[in-house]
């Protein structure tokens, strides 16, 4: 059976993986035919009447009759379809309403059309098909998978029918990897997520895992716990065969060191860059660590560099203008209807030939109390430099400004969740000071001008974000930490947790 398996296997991803190489040189060819596809079916709906979109339409006209738009300014047309009504935003009524939580706007409701499902499900197993064409390595596909994802419950009004992004996509998985999957649709379905991660370590005890999915931080969870339940120092001594971590949502440096410990062997990652909007691009090479854009999927890409971000007429770039090394917030439009819609991620490429770029971090995750304008990318950037360097292995962490006395000047304070502990907190705040003087000319000029100063190191108890989440109702897969925040909103709500 395992052989028919990996025959079948074969022959399918390296037709996709051919797709892939095709793609990777036309892709400026495939994001016009993605926009041609789009404003086709733009005249079709209610906003495409509203906003002049048709055939004749071009890139230059659309930026024009249609300005970059929050959820805020979509929510009149969302709340049209949650009412049942047909042709608003893509022509007929979408097949699912993707739930996910909003910092600003609520749980917010995501249309996933026939095309986008399709177009999102084809782009997701890329990562795969270009991994098996790198390594050979079937192995891992042909053994159990252990995914941590949402509940793939929906909810059905009447009208439509509602539910998390990766529990719509757990109901479209082919029938021949639903058997391979843990845990089971019962266990995944419970909503506490503490008795589901209970089930799921039951369920996987004893099984020949070769792939285990999901956030890093909750990754970790998993093993840890796994650890706790066996008594086994390794995960590698449970799964010997465990060779494939697939992960996405936030960047992997900072949990780098400890996955490899909780592991004790190597393996190999497989990074994806997707959101309940859509499938945006994937690790194809294991010797590197950016990410291959997907140009032929669903989405038309725009790109805005940040500093221009939040004006009122800000520059926006199609694909083909880009430039190397520049951090941009991305706009799409997509195939479920979203129009020059703000996704709220930054990226930074780091090629053009092909189109491969670094998730940089959230339009609304930065620190700029002094001028210094950091953002997630470049706190990473230095907490693992600074990690690796003086041997310590960080569980999650979030940066915030901290503004003190006149004579002690401002700085950012570092809530750290450790799991392994610096010797000398003042040592480890200088380093971390001193790597991003390197990395930021803003922030080394004000570390020079004496308006910033070493950062506050403030320790925290173990297990204290998941805590934190618990407190607010947000424990679940799709909630992170976030890494940056511009005021003390979460260090304050985070004081129960820090340590004595």
Same mark, same amino acid.
């Given at each position: 059976? #395992?052989?028919?398996?990996? *025959? ?20 400026? $060819? ?56 047909? %042709? ?6 979408? @097949? ?35 991994? $098996? /064409? =790198? ?21 059905? %009004?009447? +009208? ?10 757990? !109901? ?20 506490? &997520? ?34 706790? /339940?066996?008594?086994? /120092? ?7 065969? @465990? ?27 497989? =990074? ?6 859509? *499938?945006?691009?994937?690790? %194809?090479?294991?010797?590197?660590? %950016? ?17 221009? &971000?939040?004006?009122? #007429?800000?520059? !926006? ?20 209807? @979203? ?20 998730? +940089? ?22 907490? +693992? ?12 962490? +979030? ?10 000047? #401002?700085?950012?304070? &570092?809530?750290?969740?450790? =799991? /392994? ?10 380093? @971390?000071?001193? =790597? ?65």
């Amino acid at each position: 059976m #395992n052989f028919l398996k990996k *025959f079948i296997f074969k022959i399918y991803f390296e037709r996709m993986a051919k797709k892939v190489a095709k793609f990777s040189k036309k892709a400026l $060819l495939c994001q016009e035919r993605v926009f041609s596809e789009l404003m086709k079916n733009a005249q079709r709906t209610t906003f495409g009447k509203d906003h002049q979109l048709n055939t004749e339409t071009t890139y230059e006209d659309f930026k024009k009759l249609v300005p970059i738009l929050s959820y805020e300014d979509l929510r009149p047309y969302f709340e049209r379809i949650r009412k049942g009504e047909t %042709d608003v935003l893509w022509p007929g009524l979408p @097949l699912y309403l993707a739930t996910t939580s909003g910092t600003t706007s609520g749980e917010k409701f995501i249309p996933v059309t026939k095309e986008s499902l399709k177009k999102g499900m084809a782009s997701s197993i890329l990562c795969s098909a270009t991994y $098996l /064409k =790198e390594t050979k390595n079937y192995e891992p596909l042909l053994k159990k998978m252990v995914i941590l994802s949402a509940s793939p419950k929906m909810v059905h %009004d009447g +009208s439509i029918t509602y539910g998390k992004i990766t529990g719509i996509f757990n !109901r479209h998985i082919p029938s021949f990897m639903k058997s391979q999957r843990i845990p089971c649709i019962e266990t995944n379905s419970i909503e506490d &997520w503490d008795l589901k991660m209970i089930k799921t370590i039951e369920e996987s005890i004893g099984k020949d895992v070769g792939m285990v999915g999901g956030f890093p931080a909750w990754i970790i969870r998993y093993f840890e716990r796994l650890l706790e /339940k066996t008594g086994a /120092k390794t995960v590698s001594e449970i799964f010997p065969n @465990l060779d494939i971590i697939t992960h996405g949502g936030v960047a992997y440096p900072p949990y780098k060191k400890r996955m490899e410990t909780l592991i004790g062997r190597p393996f190999h990652r497989l =990074e994806v860059f997707s959101a309940s909007e859509g *499938f945006i691009a994937f690790q %194809d090479q294991q010797s590197k660590d %950016d990410l291959l854009l997907v140009p032929n999927g669903e989405i038309f890409y725009e790109f805005v560099p940040l500093t221009e &971000w939040g004006q009122e #007429n800000p520059t !926006r770039l199609s694909l083909g203008e880009v430039k190397k090394g520049i951090v941009y917030a991305m706009v799409i439009s997509t195939m479920a209807g @979203l129009w020059a819609y703000e996704l709220g991620d930054t990226v930074t490429f780091t090629s053009l030939d092909p189109f491969r770029l670094k998730v +940089s971090g959230r339009t609304k995750h930065f620190i700029s109390n002094s001028g210094e304008h950091l953002i997630s990318e470049q706190v990473e950037q230095a907490l +693992s430099s600074v990690a690796a360097r003086l041997n310590v292995e960080v569980r999650d962490f +979030s940066v915030a400004p901290h503004i003190m006395d006149e004579e002690k000047g #401002n700085r950012h304070e &570092w809530l750290i969740e450790f =799991e /392994k502990e610096p010797k000398d907190l003042e040592s480890f705040s200088n380093e @971390l000071s001193l =790597e991003l003087c390197k990395i930021s000319d803003n922030y080394n000029l004000l570390i020079e001008g004496s308006v910033l100063h070493n950062p506050i190191i403030s320790p925290l108890k173990p297990g204290a974000f998941v805590e934190y989440m618990k407190s607010i109702n947000k424990m679940t897969h799709q909630n992170k930490v976030p890494r940056l925040m511009n005021n003390r909103t979460l260090a304050d709500a985070m004081i129960p947790w820090k340590r004595k």
